[in-house]
T-cell receptor, first 115, second 113 residues
Framework: GAVVSQHPSRVICKSGTSVKIECRSL??????MFWYRQFPKQSLMLMAT?????????EQGVEKDKFLINHASLTLSTLTVTSAHPEDSSFYIC???????????FGEGSRLTVL | GENVEQHPSTLSVQEGDSAVIKCTYS??????FPWYKQELGKGPQLIID?????GEKKDQRIAVTLNKTAKHFSLHITETQPEDSAVYFC????????????FGKGTKLSVIP
């Protein structure tokens, strides 16, 4: 299957700082990527759809000014958690789909801990 | 919007036995149904999927069945092994270029050696 890579896999930061998570499609181009958030023992919650060259589309209840998404190239989308607080601690996962396959592949996830 | 229900939430089986996880969906327009396996601390891994034009798909010990009339689909794992222990998620989407998946709440499968 296609490979989607996330970095970093784990990050610990202080409250009030910003953290950037990268999502790369390694062997295909992705005009669209998705960002999910997952709390312990829960399912994946779609946060936003990242579109290459245009603004991201956020799901209801997700603050676009807090979770900045940039999809500057066909292989890279970034999620920046701004002014992070302890309640932002979570597992963030991105996904992407090779064109025409209809199959969605996920990254390894990034565990954010805000102290 | 789409709503996906998944059962059971936890499942324990003896090694070598079969495991079945069931999901129902609400949107009749959904036509793509993937299953993901998620191990602790990792991202979900696509293990098998099925589209609405077929009723069953098999890949070695894993099979998925789809009943469009009843709007339910199931994952079947035969000859379970300890490494099958993980959380499994079903999902549904309108497919055909729509990659927005609606996920079930997950099933924690434990295979007891």
């Amino acid at each position: 299957g296609a490979v989607v890579s996330q970095h970093p896999s784990r990050v610990i930061c202080k409250s009030g700082t910003s953290v950037k998570i990268e999502c790369r499609s390694l062997d295909f181009q992705a005009t669209t990527m998705f960002w999910y958030r997952q709390f312990p023992k829960q399912s994946l919650m779609l946060m936003a759809t990242s579109n290459e060259g245009s603004k991201a589309t956020y799901e209801q209840g997700v603050e676009k000014d807090k979770f900045l998404i940039n999809h500057a190239s066909l292989t890279l989308s970034t999620l920046t958690v701004t002014s992070a607080h302890p309640e932002d601690s979570s597992f963030y996962i991105c996904s992407a789909a090779p064109s025409g396959t209809g199959e969605l592949f996920f990254g390894e996830g990034s565990r954010l801990t805000v102290l | 919007g789409e709503n996906v229900e998944q059962h059971p939430s936890t499942l324990s089986v003896q090694e070598g036995d079969s495991a079945v996880i069931k999901c129902t969906y609400s949107d009749s327009a959904s036509n793509y149904f993937p299953w993901y396996k998620q191990e602790l601390g990792k991202g979900p891994q696509l293990i098998i999927d099925i589209r609405s034009n077929v009723g069953e798909k098999k890949d070695q010990r894993i099979a998925v069945t789809l009943n469009k009339t009843a709007k339910h689909f199931s994952l079947h794992i035969t000859e379970t092994q300890p490494e099958d222990s993980a959380v499994y998620f079903c999902a549904a989407s309108a497919g055909a270029g729509s990659y927005q998946l609606t996920f079930g709440k997950g099933t924690k499968l434990s295979v007891i050696p």
